[in-house]
């Protein structure tokens, strides 16, 4: 039965033989029958390839390479025989079809597409096939749409498959086939035989985050495998070993450290890639022992090293007691730089230490440069004869007892950055006469810092400085005094009010009321004109005198309404009342009896707001009221009104 099938598969082929003219296939394709000719047409660059009705063998010193955008059909009962190697590219494509078929023996290395054809017409069907006796390496797609055979031959067939391989015909699998991130699909009913001879891998990746890279490994699923890893490095870092996560996890494997080698085991490796992480830890370098060195006379310490091109700090003096000064006792000047260079290192000077210049007897100056920040306690103390030190902005503290028993010293300025002065820093000073305060009150002050110094000795403050007292008051043995001039008084409201007094009509007023007020014009403007903030209340007084002397004036009688005035009522108080006085405003009420056409009266009230000694009109409709207002105070007289 099996010879009659190939029987009839061979009438098949030579009844589409005849069907199928060779024309048919030579339409925008090169054909080929020899090696030879398919080497020569590829190095021509034809990008379409047709093997027909022909076999040939690829030696194993021959490679045919199948570039990108190009096709190679191998059909009509042709077939390769590899045992060298064939290359397909990225985009290239090798197709089988119509009894196209490749025996291999050596290797495939394929990046673009294989295409096994099955064509089926009526009453027949045309297997193409690849068979495979030694290496595929496939990081493309196979198309198994006819028949894929792995293995049969005497030697062991691997299918390396880093891509994909599609069966909608029949996958024989006699080898083995690995698939490294590969899949194998199953399309339309196709066949994939002993899928038990397949393994499916998966990455192990080793994160070292930052330390010596470390290769991925494979692993097959259900595996069970263990990793011999080189410890990496990492420079400033010690390794702490591998883990399941970045931060945290679990810890996994184990590391012997003697050897140099961590052994991370996975157990029955799941269908999924694996990473692996080190965890470091940064190493923290311990502090240097304290340096002490001198440079030009003068000792510091080492606070911070160098490190990373930027500067290290120093102290002025090591700090411990007196028998560690900064200088020898007899120097007279010292001019502290702002940075020392030492061993090839620059260090700023941060800080002048305890007892640096302490018992310094002939010490008579001393320059700080700005970058100092501190005075230590004791550090002056007993420089009998230091006349001057200047304390530069930036230091933010004077420690206790700092320039005790600095007897010369007669004033000394506290710049506004220091905000801690500690007891007796100057004590027995007894010579300090002036303290120069550039800002506020220092905050931290423990104990009396200025006691035993100077009789009447002056705190000098601004006057928006805050944490002292009034001007004239104790600060500790301090008197406070100020050190910036008061701002001018304000004349804005006298000068007002004097205008106002030299605008009154003196006819309209007694005599003796109005010699009242000009004897207070008289008194203000006898008052200095360059008084200060301090002084304003003089200010104040003299406009209190005027306005009370304008309240106190009084009218003259008044003269009798002229003929034309319309009758009012008789009830003075209600001809014109003052409702309020405000800014030299007056509100006027007025009331105005009319005489209606039918002869009866009405009387009509109106409010106006005029300013003082003021005249105006009203409009009535049918007439116009016009009135004339004198007075001042409550002293309000109305001198006319008229209906026109």
Not at 55 to 62: H, K
Not at 123 to 129: A, K, L, N, P, V
Not at 454 to 469: H, K
Not at 617 to 642: A, C, H, P, Q
Request: proline letters at 4%.
């Amino acid at each position: 039965m099996k010879h009659k099938t190939q029987i009839m598969r061979g009438l098949v082929v030579l009844l589409l033989a005849a069907l199928m003219p060779i024309a048919a296939f030579a339409q925008g394709t090169t054909m080929v029958t020899t090696l030879a000719e398919l080497q020569q047409a590829l190095e021509e660059g034809k990008d379409d390839i047709t093997i027909y009705q022909s076999s040939f063998t690829i030696p194993t010193t021959e490679k045919v390479t199948i570039p990108a955008g190009v096709t190679l059909r191998c059909i009509e009962n042709s077939r390769i025989t590899n045992n060298g190697t064939i290359d397909i590219s990225n985009g290239g494509t090798l197709l089988f079809s119509t009894i196209g078929n490749i025996d291999n023996y050596g290797t495939v290395n394929n990046d673009g597409t294989i295409d096994i054809v099955l064509i089926s017409g009526v009453g027949s069907t045309i297997y193409s096939y690849f068979r495979n006796y030694d290496t595929v390496n496939n990081h493309g797609t196979i198309n198994v749409n006819s028949e894929f055979v792995n293995g049969g031959g005497s030697k062991t067939a691997c299918l390396y498959n880093y891509g994909t391989i599609n069966v909608s015909g029949r996958f024989e699998n006699l080898g083995f086939v690995y698939h490294y991130h590969g899949t194998i699909n199953s399309i339309d009913g196709g066949v994939i035989t002993r899928p038990d001879l397949m393994y499916f891998y998966y990455r192990v990746f080793f994160d070292s985050q930052g330390g010596d890279a470390v290769e991925p490994q494979w692993i097959a699923v259900g595996a069970s495998i263990s990793y011999d890893i080189d410890i990496p490095s990492r420079e400033g870092y010690a390794f702490l070993g591998w883990f399941t996560e970045p931060i945290g996890g679990e810890a996994v494997g184990r590391t012997y450290y003697e050897e140099g080698y961590s052994r991370i085991s996975v157990y029955r490796a799941e269908a999924r890639d694996y990473t692996f992480y080190v965890q470091w830890e940064e190493i923290v370098e311990p502090e240097p022992e304290v340096d002490v060195f001198t440079v030009d006379g003068i000792t510091y310490k080492v606070l911070t090293p160098p490190e990373s091109g930027n500067p290290g700090t120093v102290q002025v003096g090591e700090g411990t007691d007196r028998d560690h000064r900064a200088v020898d006792t007899s120097v007279v000047e010292v001019v502290i730089p702002d940075s020392v260079d030492y061993l090839g290192n620059t260090y700023t000077v941060t800080s002048i230490g305890g007892y640096a210049f302490s018992d310094c007897s002939r010490l008579e100056s001393v320059e700080i440069p700005d970058g100092v920040t501190s005075i230590g306690s004791d550090a002056f103390m007993y420089c009998r004869r230091l006349e001057s030190v200047n304390i530069p902005e930036g230091v933010t503290s004077i420690g206790g007892w700092a320039f005790f028993y600095c007897v010369s010293l007669e004033s000394v300025n506290i710049p506004e950055s220091v905000t801690s002065i500690s007891h007796y820093a100057f004590r027995n000073c007894d010579n300090l006469s002036e303290v120069y305060f550039d800002g506020n009150a220092p905050t931290d002050i423990p104990g009396q810092p200025f006691s035993n110094i100077a009789e009447g000795a002056v705190a000098w403050v601004y006057r928006a400085a805050t944490g002292f007292p009034a001007e004239g008051k104790l600060w500790g043995e301090l008197i406070v005094r100020y050190r910036d001039a008061a701002p001018p008084a304000d004349y804005t409201e006298l000068d007002a009010v004097l205008e106002y007094a030299m605008s009154l009509d003196e006819e309209e007023y007694t005599e003796e009321s109005w010699a009242a007020l000009m004897a207070a014009v008289a008194e203000v403007l006898a008052l200095d004109r360059n008084l200060t903030d301090d002084d304003q209340y003089l200010i104040d007084n003299a406009v209190d005198s005027i306005d009370i002397a304008i309240d106190s004036l009084e009218w003259k009688p008044i003269p009798p309404l002229p003929p034309e005035v319309v009758a009012m009522t008789t009830d003075a108080s209600c001809i014109a009342c003052i409702v309020e006085n405000s800014k030299g405003l007056w509100t006027v009420t007025f009331i105005v009896t009319v005489t209606c056409d039918d002869g009866s009266t009405e009387d009509v009230e109106y409010t106006v707001t005029i300013p003082k000694n003021g005249d105006g009109t009203i409009d009535m409709g049918d007439s116009i009221l016009v009135y004339d207002i004198k007075g001042n105070g409550s002293n309000v007289k109305v001198f006319r009104i008229e209906m026109k």
